[in-house]
């Protein structure tokens, strides 16, 4: 019962809603360039040079917008290189992607050794916190106190984009285009739209959702760079995306779900179970959750097919 | 003089590497006319028509619209010098509606920049009732009959202010009753001043609607004839330099000829839980052609993906030589069928395999085609080359890639290899839907020559031409049932017409839901 209530509790919901946001922007920018048919999965690599150079701009200025700027602004930059290879030159997707997130790593770590000469980790009090954000009205209630209260503003952020991006994506000529050049690019190019256009506008939006998401990670989340420190978010974002079958709204629960076995698996190394254990619990509900969905996914999309 | 042309294109190149698509080609086409461009595949017709689309751009020549000498540079520029385009293979998205697929490029947005559904389906009513072309706007367009995706292109580029409408081979998949539709819509749009620009090889067609006519043949023109004033055969001459008689082979005619495939009361569900086929019962002798008519979407796609077990079915048998494979897999089930299926494009090809791989492909594992655990390239090379030469596919060599060949060639390398199995039945939809003339022969022969070697040839054909010259025996398909067995040799095009569209039935077949 002890351990029911330990898991159960409102700061564990407080704990969820603070680890959203890299997942769920992240999520929301693989959506993007999933609907526009070049689904990138190098959101993790994205993110690490999020991490940093949000970081690294907010060390040197001195200002926390700055470095969210700096972050979005340095991702975006990356994710263009993945453009350029994916929609000038056609290259294979996976392998991109696979190149962003061995760049993304690679880059943020040598940086991070060049620039400060540390390793591991760099930490300087000087680098602002994003600010968060309470409600007074809502103090005198204590449990939406403890969940609503004190959280960051990129949390409610990252939630508001879900819903802009649901009606950009379903509602806008823009987001019909970007779903056409995922459907069919001829259908898209035949009718008198630039289909790279379209993605490339994509592609800066996606660079953009990342760069937020990363820098959130060291300058809100935590607010130091860990070589890393994303820690397979990006992946499980892709995983988010599959499991909310590639739907701004939807994925808001997946990654409801992914936060809160994350926030989770913290709280279990308190009651006794084993920390290797508690910390692998994020990747495997991942996967379990991949496995029933991908499967119910199958009959949705096939139904009529016997396999 | 040119300022009399619309479309005045002069001269025009286009070389694919050796390939010259188009060489010096000419065209002149009139304000309000329908004019018909013919050849047989391969013959440029396609490339000449996306130069003038802004698809593909010429390599050398001058393009002048309503006199005025322009350079297309991307299909925008086309729909804004008013040409729109209606493609073989339809440019929609599946997973769109009507009305966005429609106005697809040209939402109209409300004041908030959102998109005005409404006004988008209103819209498209409007101009659907404008050119008497009736579609549902709010429907999802993977769910429409190939004759509908056909309208839903055409009001697409009418919608544009298209002026000048291109169709590519608009009738190849479309039934006798779609085409004359067609037809009459194509006479309305006349009459309003629109000029339409088919690509065809269908010439009794070319005879009945166009006005002019313009012959492609290897990538050069031929000439341009006025079709009041010329021949199908004097088209067929010019277009292939000899006359070609029609391909018959007379029935054997075997007493006691053993069934080959026999169905039983096959009932089918569909995804939407309606009945897709109802109590289907027939059979397939032995060298002999049973095809079945009827209207696209009646449930022949359903009875063949039954018969080749792609598709769950609710009851009934199938027999194969006397054996149930109604239990079997697809790959044992391919073990008594040879099968063509009626999109080679998606189905039938793997188009961005090779001819080589594509000739054995599905049969790789069998044979002398493996040795151990690897292929047998010798065999398989041999195999190949038989088949290319056999079939006379045009291709520069084995291993250049599906997609590269013209739309028979590919017909033909699914025809070579699925006649090349020893097996003793025979599934072909469509065979020659979008195939030029001399293919279309061509693999009408061949079938010809394996019903009468003793093979059960179960044919799925919409073209009623085809219906009448190579079945024995007609079972014509209505609404998922069989709605009556005919004799091609006792009944005429516009009695399978009524049978077709419901408006006649066999009792008999009714009243016990099979024969």
Redesign the interface.
């Known amino acids: 019962m002890s351990s029911f209530s330990i898991i159960f509790s409102p700061e564990i919901l407080a704990a969820t809603l603070r680890s959203m946001p890299p997942i769920l922007l992240a999520g929301l920018a693989g959506i993007m360039t999933k609907r526009a048919g070049i689904e990138n999965i190098g959101l993790e690599g994205l993110m690490l040079i999020g991490c940093f150079s949000g970081y690294t701009v907010n060390y040197l200025t001195e200002s926390w917008i700055l470095g969210i700027l700096g972050g979005m602004i340095a991702t975006t930059l990356i994710a263009l290189v993945f453009g350029f290879f994916v929609i000038v030159l056609r290259s294979n997707k996976i392998i991109a992607g696979v190149a962003i997130n061995s760049l993304g790593a690679g880059l943020s770590t040598y940086l991070l050794r060049m620039m400060f000469g540390v390793k591991g980790s760099f930490y300087d009090p000087r680098v602002q916190a994003i600010p968060r954000a309470s409600f007074s009205g809502l103090k005198s209630i204590p449990l939406l106190d403890t969940i609503i209260n004190n959280q960051s503003i990129i949390v409610w952020i990252s939630i508001i984009l879900a819903l802009i991006i649901n009606?950009i994506l379903f509602?806008?000529?823009f987001g019909?285009?970007v779903?056409?050049a995922g459907?069919?690019e001829?259908?898209?190019?035949?009718?008198?739209?630039?289909v790279k256009k379209i993605r490339f506008i994509t592609i800066i939006f996606h660079g953009m959702l990342c760069g937020l998401g990363g820098a959130y990670l060291s300058t809100g989340y935590l607010t130091q760079f860990i070589e890393n420190m994303s820690a397979g978010r990006g992946f499980i974002a892709m995983a988010a995306i599959a499991f909310s079958g590639a739907q701004p709204l939807r994925i808001l629960g997946a990654t409801g779900l992914f936060a809160f076995v994350e926030s989770i698996a913290y709280r279990l190394q308190s009651i006794n179970v084993p920390s290797y254990f508690a910390l692998m619990t994020p990747y495997v509900v991942t996967v379990i959750t991949l496995a029933i969905t991908s499967h119910k996914g199958i009959k949705d999309k096939k139904?009529?097919?016997?396999v | 003089m040119t300022d009399n042309y619309v479309v005045d294109m002069e001269n025009i190149c286009k070389y694919y590497g050796n390939v010259r698509a188009n060489d010096q080609v000419n065209l002149k086409v009139k304000k309000g006319e329908i004019h018909a461009i013919v050849g047989e595949n391969g013959a440029g017709k396609t490339t000449l028509m996306n130069i003038l689309?802004g698809?593909v751009q010429p390599d050398f020549g001058r393009i002048a619209i309503d006199g005025k000498e322009v350079i297309i540079s991307?299909?925008?520029k086309a729909?804004e010098l008013g040409i729109g385009?209606v493609?073989q293979h339809f440019?929609?998205?599946?997973?769109?509606t009507v009305a966005?697929?429609i106005c697809?490029?040209n939402?109209p947005?409300d004041k908030r920049?959102?998109?005005d559904k409404n006004k988008m389906i209103s819209f498209v009513t409007e101009i659907s009732k404008q050119f008497g072309l009736k579609v549902e706007p709010k429907k999802k367009v993977s769910s429409l009959s190939i004759g509908l995706l056909q309208r839903v292109e055409i009001l697409?580029s009418l919608s544009r202010g298209a002026d000048i409408l291109i169709l590519d081979e608009p009738t190849a998949v479309l039934t006798p009753m779609e085409c004359e539709e067609l037809f009459e819509t194509f006479k309305k749009m006349r009459e309003q001043g629109k000029t339409i620009i088919i690509i065809t090889h269908k010439l009794n067609e070319v005879m009945a609607i166009s006005d002019n006519i313009t012959i492609l043949s290897k990538g050069k023109t031929k000439g341009t004839l006025v079709t009041s004033e010329t021949s199908a055969d004097e088209i067929a001459s010019k277009m292939m330099g000899e006359n070609m008689g029609k391909p018959y082979l007379e029935r054997i005619h075997k007493e006691n000829s053993k069934p080959l495939l026999e169905i039983k009361d096959l009932s089918v569900i569909?995804?939407d839980n309606l009945e897709k086929l109802r109590k289907v019962t027939l059979t397939v002798k032995e060298g002999e052609i049973l095809t079945i008519a009827g209207v696209e979407g009646s449930g022949q796609t359903e009875l063949v993906e039954s018969i080749l077990?792609?598709?769950?079915i609710a009851s009934g048998t199938i027999n194969a030589e006397g054996i149930n494979i109604a239990d079997k897999s697809v790959k044992d089930r391919r073990n008594y069928c040879s099968f063509v299926p009626e999109d080679r494009i998606k189905t039938g090809l793997s188009v961005n395999a090779t001819v080589g791989e594509n000739i054995i492909g599905g049969y790789h594992s069998k044979g002398n085609f493996r040795k151990g655990m690897f292929m047998n390239f010798p065999t398989i090379n041999k195999k190949v080359h038989e088949t290319i030469d056999r079939y006379q596919i045009k291709t520069a060599s084995q291993y250049m890639s599906a997609q590269s060949l013209s739309g028979g060639n590919q017909q033909k390398i699914v025809v070579g290899r699925e006649l090349e199995q020893p097996n003793k039945i025979l599934v072909i939809a469509q065979p020659t839907r979008g195939v030029d003339i001399g293919s279309s022969r061509f693999i009408h022969t061949q079938l010809m020559s394996k019903r009468n070697e003793g093979v059960g040839i179960l044919l799925i054909s919409t073209d009623l031409d085809e219906v009448f010259l190579l079945s024995d025996r007609i079972a014509v398909m209505f609404e998922g049932k069989i709605v009556a067995f005919l004799n091609p040799k006792e009944v005429t095009h516009r009695e399978v017409g009524l049978y077709m569209t419901g408006a006649k039935v066999q009792e008999e077949l009714i009243r016990e839901g099979g024969n």
């Open positions: 009606l509602y806008t000529r019909t285009y779903r056409a459907e069919d001829e259908a898209l190019a035949t009718s008198g739209i630039n139904g009529r097919r016997l | 689309y698809l991307s299909p925008r729909i385009m493609h440019k929609l998205i599946e997973d769109f966005e697929n697809l490029g939402e947005v920049g959102l998109i697409k569909g995804e077990g792609f598709r769950k």
